[in-house]
């Protein structure tokens, strides 16, 4: 390194530009216009930062938006995102009846007379991560769990031991990554051991 | 890249990365990125460890901490996360898309030259042209942040003389699986 390289002041790491992003859709709100969920993000947007909401959708703002697009091209596109904002919206509907009919079985299985394994399944039918839902159940009883296909090529996960009322109230308590379970839609089932 | 990437069943492990490898990344990443020192070692402390995230279709993706920084396809250039290249825009070379492709683009498409060479385009200028093969930041006219990342597939000098075909790749896209992966 030079002298003069060296006198010169320390050098600073350029700060990171902060970007708001909107809570509804995730894009920077500028981008919302193109989202599938409009209507809402210009809801929060309203409330949580008014400033942003005249620069985005105030008369001025949607005149010059316009830009290089003929009036014919934006009306296409207004018209499209109500379309996809309608779809998203019927699709997210039958998405959360989908979830309220579907159960999670807790199931306690005997494998020995002495020894039972818990089996969990329905778990991802609540968007909640298999993998990580076993890591936990790991962690808290100290004990092995994995995630496997059982009969019907269904994923559960099967934990050492029997568990299965701590498991319910894991789930009802919403521990980790156990969030948005009805404890109606949970059933405790035990399976006894085939007479062979 | 990530159309219909599913975290669940395309990321087949992370790991650790050696240091000589993480020490060639972070050369990489300086020779490819228009960053400093510095900044990088404020966005990668040189202490901390970086996790390789191997998905589907060699794509690696590096994390630290579990946000995802920067990824590669196969050994081709270094791209960063979208929300890394909002926080830093200066990192790549910007070119800039018409209103009219921004749905487009959004709907994974890749960047047909006009949508550069129209009014509401931009290319840099002929003494910056940008040569094909490098990554750039996609932004869209009137809107202040990218929109996505690409890859250049002509020289930008070309996109304006052929005018006709796919000028850019889009690697990643605001609302893509790549975005949607906040943390692995
Ligand atoms: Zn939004």
């Known amino acids: 390194m030079s002298a003069e390289q060296a006198t010169t002041a320390a050098p600073q790491p350029k700060p990171p530009v902060q970007v708001l992003y909107c809570e509804v859709c995730t894009f920077p709100p ?12 210009k809801e929060w947007l309203k409330s949580e930062h008014p400033d942003l909401y005249d620069r985005y959708y105030s008369e001025e703002a949607l005149q010059s938006k316009l830009g290089t697009m003929s009036l014919e091209q934006q009306t296409k596109l207004e018209q499209e995102a109500a379309k996809k904002e309608a779809k998203a919206e019927a699709k997210a509907d039958a998405k959360m009846k989908k979830k309220m009919s579907s159960q999670v079985q807790i199931k306690r299985i005997q494998r020995q007379k002495n020894k039972y394994v818990t089996a969990i399944h329905g778990l991802e039918a609540f968007d909640i991560d298999l993998k990580k839902a076993a890591k936990l159940f790991a962690q808290t009883f100290a004990t092995g769990a994995s995630v496997t296909k059982n009969a019907q090529g269904l994923d559960e996960i099967v934990v050492q031991g029997d568990v299965s009322d701590e498991v319910f109230d894991m789930i009802r308590e919403e521990k980790g990554v156990l969030k948005g379970v009805p404890e109606s839609n949970v059933e405790l089932i035990e399976e006894k051991k085939k007479k062979s | ?11 087949s492990g992370q790991t650790a990365v050696k240091s000589s490898v993480q020490r060639s990344l972070r ?10 020192p510095d900044t990088l070692e404020s966005i990668w402390p040189k202490k901390e460890n970086i996790t390789l995230v191997k998905c589907r279709d060699h794509i690696s993706i590096y994390a630290l901490n579990g946000e995802p920084l920067f990824f590669q396809h196969f050994d081709g250039p270094l791209y960063p996360t979208l929300r890394l290249l909002h926080k830093y825009p200066f990192i790549l070379p910007v070119v800039r898309v018409d209103r009219g492709a921004i749905r487009f683009l959004l709907a994974g498409a890749h960047m047909m030259c006009p949508g550069f060479t129209s009014k509401g385009g931009w290319l840099p200028p002929p003494e910056e042209a940008l040569p094909a093969g490098v990554a750039v930041a996609i932004h869209a006219e009137g809107k202040e942040h990218a929109i996505g990342i690409g890859i250049t597939k002509l020289s930008t000098e070309d996109i304006k003389k052929v005018n006709k075909g796919v000028g850019v790749e889009v690697v990643t896209h605001l609302g893509d699986d790549l975005w949607a992966l906040q943390k692995v």
Do not use: H, N, V
């Open chain 2, 1 to 11: 890249m990530f159309k219909k990437f599913q975290p669940s069943t395309d990321i």
């Open chain 1, 30 to 41: 500028e981008y919302c216009e193109f989202g599938s969920r409009l209507s809402k993000c």
């Open chain 2, 27 to 36: 050369a990489g990443l300086l020779s490819q990125w228009k960053i400093d």
